[in-house]
């Protein structure tokens, strides 16, 4: 199985005073245990390191470089991927949206990916599934599930 990582499931991975880090945890231990591989963009890693360098400091930024972007294959942004993020941007016309979301929707539709690592509640607008754990239980071995809506 393959899953996009999205800024908010990256920066929530590693930033211990987020609301979404323990979830964020549990989703990448999942990730790590039952062979899925994520997918992102050269676009959210930009700004997943913006974002950990701001709020964080360098020390998170060089974690995230040296241990989290390894496991990541990237989808690295050209003109084209550019333009049709700009497109669809436009189409939607909306502030809340960026263009990040965008070209980050582009890249699930062309790869057909439906599930997300993501707490942005944009992608589940746009038809997507947030990689989300249910009826976590040890005893049992645990179970997950992408489910929208929650």
Not at 126 to 141: E, Q
Request: net charge neutral; hydrophobic share 50%; aromatic share 12%.
């Amino acid at each position: 199985m393959i899953v996009f990582a999205d800024t908010s499931g990256l920066f929530a991975l590693l930033a211990r005073d987020d609301d979404m880090h323990v979830r964020a945890k549990l989703n990448f231990s999942y990730f790590s245990t039952h062979d899925v591989r994520l997918l992102s963009s050269s676009y959210v890693l930009l700004e997943t390191l913006a974002l950990l360098h701001r709020r964080i400091g360098l020390a998170a930024v060089a974690d995230f470089q040296s241990k989290i972007v390894p496991l990541l294959e990237i989808v690295w942004v050209d003109a084209e991927w550019h333009a049709k993020a700009l497109q669809r941007l436009f189409t939607l016309g909306r502030k809340d949206v960026s263009l990040v979301d965008c070209l980050s929707f582009e890249v699930m539709e062309a790869r057909n990916l439906r599930t997300v690592f993501s707490f942005d509640k944009h992608f589940e607008e746009r038809g997507f599934s947030l990689a989300v754990f249910h009826d976590l239980d040890v005893r049992r071995g645990g179970s997950f599930r992408a489910k929208p809506g929650e």
